[in-house]
């Protein structure tokens, strides 16, 4: 019969090679908080109570999860986006810390009313994110993240200000149509951008922005210059760690 803070006390112990310290118990707390559906003063209010067989089995059963190293969202099966609660299955990626700051980057130079894509929108969380005041197209190369993205824009009621769409990878979107927008936003690997520069600078109307995320360093400048074919300039740039994330803007050529 164990106490959560003897729970506690064995995942400081068991999971200190995978996390430091604060790490494993901001984690065990979001587990209790989710399992016993409490708040955080609760939390401390039970911390020394005698917990529950079948409830100290399935706290064991997470920290096998996690010793096998699962991330907690996963486990949870939804991770908190900004104010958003974004539902999370193995094939979407888990929300970056960076990509939270991406969208508040955004919401500075956007207006009310903007047209906006985000491409490659996975759970959906940019997509969710802009879409209270903006109108969003949410493009996913891959089926299951929309039906995620779908679920996750309904979840926050926020459907009806949103769409989505299939695309075949290969173009922004499978039929051409002639719409400019005012903000394009792609968290996807290089190759894929390269492969979609031309395309996505086809969509920006002029002065409207392009920001890249989940760019490598080592791939900045390659990213940056072939943008520049399509006349995209560089405004800023934002590293975390090994990762750039790129603001640009369309300058149409004046004849
Ligand atoms: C790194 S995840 C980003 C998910 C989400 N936007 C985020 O920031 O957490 C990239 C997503 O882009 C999609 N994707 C990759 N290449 C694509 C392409 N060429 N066209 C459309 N979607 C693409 C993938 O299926 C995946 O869902």
């Known amino acids: 019969m164990s106490t959560l803070n003897d729970l506690e006390k064995i995942y400081i112990n068991d999971l200190r090679n995978i996390y430091p310290k604060q790490e494993i118990k901001s984690i065990f707390k979001l587990l209790i908080l989710d399992l016993f559906k409490i708040d955080s003063i609760f939390f401390l209010l039970i911390k020394y109570d005698i917990v529950s067989l079948s409830k100290e089995k399935k706290i064991i059963d997470y920290l096998n999860r996690l010793q096998k ?19 999370l299955n193995k094939k979407v990626l888990i929300p ?10 955004c919401k500075s130079f956007l207006n009310k ?28 190369k891959c089926n299951n993240s929309l039906k995620t993205a779908k679920l996750n824009a309904k979840n926050n009621n926020l459907n009806n200000l949103l769409k989505f769409e299939h695309t075949n990878g290969n173009k922004v979107f499978n039929k051409t149509f002639y719409a400019k927008f005012d903000l394009i936003v792609a968290n996807i690997i290089s190759s894929e951008l390269s492969k979609l520069a031309q395309d996505i600078a086809k969509y920006l109307g002029n002065n409207c922005y392009l920001v890249l995320s989940g760019i490598l360093k080592s791939q900045e400048n390659s990213i940056i210059n072939k943008f520049k074919n399509f006349n995209l300039l560089l405004v800023r740039k934002h590293y975390v760690e090994n990762w750039v994330t790129i603001l640009m803007i369309k300058k149409d050529r004046i004849h």
């Open 69 to 87: 190293y699962e991330p907690v969202q996963y486990i949870l099966g939804y991770t908190i986006f900004l104010d958003l609660k974004i539902k």
């Open 96 to 105: 970056r810390k960076e990509t939270e700051e991406l969208v508040i980057w």
């Open 113 to 140: 009313e903007n047209k906006i894509i985000d491409l490659g929108t996975g759970s959906g969380c940019i997509a969710i994110s802009l879409a209270k005041y903006n109108k969003v197209i949410a493009l996913d």
